[in-house]
Every structure is written in C-alpha cells, then in structure tokens.
C-alpha cells in the first residue's frame, strides 16, 4: 500500500511538472535565500534563456522588482515577515531589447522550522500595458514633439503654485509663440512646417537647465515653467538667449528658413495668485508681445499690459463689426498740375464713418486691420466703392480723372490680384485708366520676384502703376526701370523742409533728374504753402497734392468744387 502512494506521488509530481511547464503563465520558485531553484518552460521561451542562465539567479531581480523603490521595500517586508500576500506590476527587458510587463503575485511555503520556498506566478500582460502606455502619451505627450502636452503643463502650474508657496520661492511661466510657421505651411507643405516646430523646440531645450521645463502647448507655440527665480532679470538674459539661437536660419533641403518668436512672461511673485491667473497673465503678455514691433522678443505681465490687451481686444471686435456693416468710406484728395493749378487726378484714402457719424483717421485703425488680416478684404471693398463713383459720375458726363488706389502689401501677395481687380472693373465698365495703383518702394523689394511677375500682369491689364513714398525705402535706382513705373511720388518728409532745407531741395531735384530719365511723372506730397509750390515748379516737379488745394475731402465736394466746374 505505501509503494502505491510513493509511486503515485511519483506519478503525480511528474503531471504536476509537465503541467506547470507548459502553463502560460511563469511559474518561479525560490529558495529561502531568493535565489531561483525552479522555473518552468514559459520562463525560458519569453526570455529567450535556457536554466544554466536562470537557475540561482536573484528571484527579485528576475522578475524586475525595483528593490530601491521604498514602498516596494515595505510591501516586501510586510510580506516576509506577516506573510500578507504581495501583488505588483513590473516591466523588463529580454533578450532584442524587448520590454515586458509583468503582474505578479508572490507567495510563501512554510514548514515546521519556517521559510522554506518562495514561489512567484507570473501574468505577461505586455499588450495591456503597452496600450495603456499609448493611451498615456496620447492624453499627456505631444506626438510631433514627444514633450509633455497642455494638459500637463497646466497640472504643472498648479503643482508649482503650491510648491513655491509652500517653499515661499518664485517662478516663471514662459509662453512662446513661434511666428512664421502659417507662411511655411502654406509655401512649402504641413511636413516641412512640422519639421520647422520639431527644430524650434529642440533649440529650446538646448538652452534648459534643471529648474527649467518645456511643453508643447499648441500648434506654433511651447510653454516653460522656470522654477526658483531670483529676478526678472534671469528670466531676460535665457530669453535674450533664445532670441540668439532663434536668429538662425532653419536648413530643410537646400533652403535657409527663418522664423521669429514672441514671448509673454509671468512671474509667480504673489503667493495669492492661483496657478490658472499665472497662465492668464502670460497670455496677456503674450498679447502684448506679438503687437509690439522692433527688436524686443519678450514681454512680462504688468496690470498696465492687463487693460491696454483688454482695450486692444475690445478694439478689433469693434474692427470686426465696422468691417461686417461696412462703416468704411472714401475720401478723396486732388492731384494739380504744378505749371496750370488744373485737375489732373486724385488719390482715394480711406475714412471710418462711426454709427454716430464720427469720421475715423487711418492712422488709428490700419496696423489693426493689417494684423487681423482684414486689409486685403477692406481694400478691394475701397476698390469697389471708387469703381461706384466713377461709374456715377462717368455717366453723368463729368470729364473724370484718374483715381489712385492704395495696395496694401498683403494684397500685393496675393498672386490672384490683378485679376480680382480687374473682375471689380469690369462690374463696373470701368475701363482701366481710370485707375492708379499705388504701391510703395518696400513692397516691392520683399520680394522682387513676384513683384516683377505681379506688376506686369497688371500693366498688360493696362492699370498705371504709382510708387510711392519714394526716397524712404532700401531700393536700388535700377529697379525703377525694370519694374516700367508711371508715377512717382516724392515723400512729404522732403516736401516739408524743401525751402529751407538745402539738403533736402538737392535730393528731391536729383528724383525728379531720375524720375524724367525714366519717363516717370512725378508728384510732390504734401504742398502746404505758395514758397513750396514755387520750389516744386521750379525743379520740374509735375504735379502736386496737399493741403494748398484741398484737404481729403467726401466725393460730394470734389463733384461740386471740381467736376462740376469743368462742365
């Protein structure tokens, strides 16, 4: 009978052994010391290993747990010495530098004289927690960049709010807007405009240090939280650095890019403060920064920042509004023929006519509109609105002049411009004489390519072509016959001082020397006074515009102090 049982033990043991070999879960047993005396053969296919390498390996180590971790510490203790079960998750890598995650389970076997056998189950649970940890960068990380998304960012403020208040230290919140990148885009492709973000933000991270952290918060613009501050200055000088590294042009393919950055600056100097008004004042900031011009990159958050971006705001609502109800009007003012004082033309400038019946001067609304993107739709609606009053008065019989209209340089960008304008001419059945196009000496040096491209195709539409503000630009004199100008128009800054100012009076004679050796009519902006006149006269000037004659003036007044005198 006792055979029987020993040899079914036997039996046993072997079924049980062959059994657990080829379970797919890993099966360890350890010594009392830890060490591996056992494992079956799902533990050497996973790990690509045969016993000679897994036998008395460290059982602890074996499995990855991290015996540096103190909470793991304790639940080991606990399970060593209370016997509580010990349940844990660990994750490392075999052979191909392949990682898998483990959930364990880790029990004891005991006998009369105490610990005997440590025994370790096993669940390979990799394709959860990989998802898991998709998931994860999915909902925190930003996928082009792999920094921490706006989500984190934002749990990071907090967290830094509480900690500098905690430590009575102060800290900086840095938000940085990467200008530039729509252009790219929309030129070159979505993938070169991505590689340019990739590069931006790595320039960035290059200048980090220990207490610095960057995120990517949204599509052209990163975030960092700058810990443990001791003055703004500190803040500056990094930012003045980041405005080094960004002067650089970005190389893609055989093209040098470049792009600007804006940054708006908050510091956490009033333990008061939450962590969502700290973001709030370094997007005010931010505001600020992309109205300013010049050099100046950055700005930080003052309350006077605070109501000018509020006023702003408020500002290009009402901008927005004034451009849905057309409350936008054209003045006009003459162009005289120096040598007969006669009506030769005029230039159409636009007015803002309020609901209260105000007239609104340009100087207050145009670098609005050009920074909301509004220009080009206001000043084809101008285009419009003289090709109404042209009409008008055409069939009226009065003898019309040529008008000029403004370009903005947004409009002289759009390679669809000469023909937009000619399609609201012909609405019309305005022939194109009656119109000239002024565009100023800057806009066509951007880029002189497509000027080139742009101005021809309006010349063969049969438009005049005016440059303005000539003599306060960078250009070349070449270009004035490359590009077969009309007109041109000398700067009111000559004008001004031209009777007492010798300098001046000599290089507005050398224009107009210029100007006739390229068969351009030439105009004097802003003639204020007779001495004036006569100067203008006498270098060869051809016609003038200033306050001498007229003032801008409604189309009512033109009609009746010229038009209609001429019936």
Known sequence: MGQTQEVNKAVLAEILEKVIGEIEDWVIIGDK?????????TVYLACNSDKDKVLGDDMCMFVGIDLSDDVTLQHIQNFIYNGER???VTNRFVKGNKRIYLANTLTTIWDEKGLEYYVCLSKDITNTEQLKEEVYKANYFDPLTHYPNQKVFIESTLKQVKKSKSNHTQ??????????????NNVYGMNIGDRIIKEVGKRIKEHLNNHQEIFRYSGNSFTIIQQEISSEQQVAEFLQLLQVAMEEPIKIHNSSMYVEFRAGVSLYTDSSLLG???IEQAQIALAKAKKELGYTTYTFYTKGIQEEVKNSFFFEKELQLAVQNDEFIVYYQPFVELASENLVGMEALLRRKKRNGEIVSPA???G????????EKVGMKVLDKVCHQLKEWLERGYNVVPVSVNLSALQF????????????LESYGIPPRYIVLEITETMVMEDIGIAQLIIEELKNYGFAISIDDFGTGYASIGYLKKFMFDHLKIDISFIREIVENAEDRAIVEAIIAIAKTFNLH???????????LYVMSTLGCEMGQGFFWDRPITAQQIENKYLKACL
């Open 171 to 184: 800290f900086a919140v840095i938000i940085i807007d990467i200008k530039g990148v729509g252009e790219i």
């Open 368 to 375: 609005a509109l050009e920074k909301m993107n509004l220009i």
């Open 364 to 366: 207050s609304f145009i």
């Open 522 to 532: 030439t105009i004097a902006e802003g003639i204020e006074s007779e001495e004036q």
């Open 33 to 41: 010391y830890g060490k591996i005396i056992y494992a079956n053969q």
């Open 276 to 278: 969502y008004q700290v």
């Open 86 to 88: 010990f349940e844990f």
């Open 413 to 424: 960008k759009n390679p669809h411009l000469a023909k937009n304008i000619k399609k609201v």
